[in-house]
T-cell receptor, first 113, second 115 residues
Framework: DGGITQSPKYLFRKEGQNVTLSCEQN?????MYWYRQDPGQGLRLIYY???????QKGDIAEGYSVSREKKESFPLTVTSAQKNPTAFYLC????????????FGSGTRLTVV | SQQGEEDPQALSIQEGENATMNCSYK?????LQWYRQNSGRGLVHLIL?????REKHSGRLRVTLDTSKKSSSLLITASRAADTASYFC???????????????FGQGTRLTINP
């Protein structure tokens, strides 16, 4: 079945450590997105990519980095510069054009220990 | 940037009753979408309504859109315990960026269906 796979489901980060969250899709979607969700809150856009080898900053990109070397993959690195990384991270994808909904992964919960 | 805002923030009703959630937005849109999120899970796309549509149905879901008031409502009829979730509206305020939409999500309505 087609879909988006996020891994790991739970991730623990020590202070000063970089961690990478994986997002893989087999839907042949061009666009991919990373959102952050804090408890009881909505989604805030971190980074997005509409085509391979290109990506743009969202509203809260500071302390995060991404790459888009393959159409299927859009990994997110949470760097030590992100001072408050504890949150639920969601990856999504969509085809180009209007009138398409996003397909979301099941999320990664990151906790700083 | 905050585009869509849902109202109420939380809603608790009895099973079998109808649930209505509202969404307001600020700028012109091409479409408005509703998503459901069960606790600790990803979002699931429910329904998309285009800016030239006024009403859309999908099973027990009914969505209305009033572009003059910049608002939308999601009605869930004959609610069930399994409908307990958070519901988000999302809009594409910036149109297509390199061919794809960039959605902005509201804060969500937390719906609880009591058995």
């Amino acid at each position: 079945d087609g879909g988006i796979t996020q891994s790991p489901k739970y991730l623990f980060r020590k202070e000063g450590q970089n961690v990478t969250l994986s997002c893989e899709q087999n839907l042949n979607h061009d666009a991919m997105y990373w959102y952050r969700q804090d408890p009881g809150q909505g989604l805030r856009l971190i980074y997005y990519s509409q085509i391979v080898n290109d990506f743009q900053k969202g509203d809260i990109a500071e302390g995060y980095s991404v790459s888009r070397e393959k159409k299927e993959s859009f990994p997110l690195t949470v760097t030590s510069a992100q001072k408050n990384p504890t949150a639920f991270y969601l990856c999504a994808s969509t085809p180009r054009g209007f009138d398409y909904g996003y397909t979301f992964g099941s999320g990664t919960r990151l906790t700083v220990v | 940037s905050q585009q869509g805002e849902e109202d109420p923030q939380a809603l608790s009703i009895q099973e079998g009753e109808n649930a209505t959630m509202n969404c307001s937005y600020k700028t012109s849109i091409n479409n408005l979408q509703w998503y459901r999120q069960n606790s600790g899970r990803g979002l699931v796309h429910l329904i998309l309504i285009r800016s030239n549509e006024r009403e859309k149905h999908s099973g027990r879901l009914r969505v209305t859109l009033d572009t003059s008031k910049k608002s939308s409502s999601l009605l869930i009829t004959a609610s069930r315990a399994a409908d307990t979730a958070s519901y988000f509206c999302a809009t594409d305020a910036e149109g297509l960026i390199q061919g794809a939409q960039k959605l902005v999500f509201g804060q969500g309505t937390r719906l609880t269906i009591n058995p």
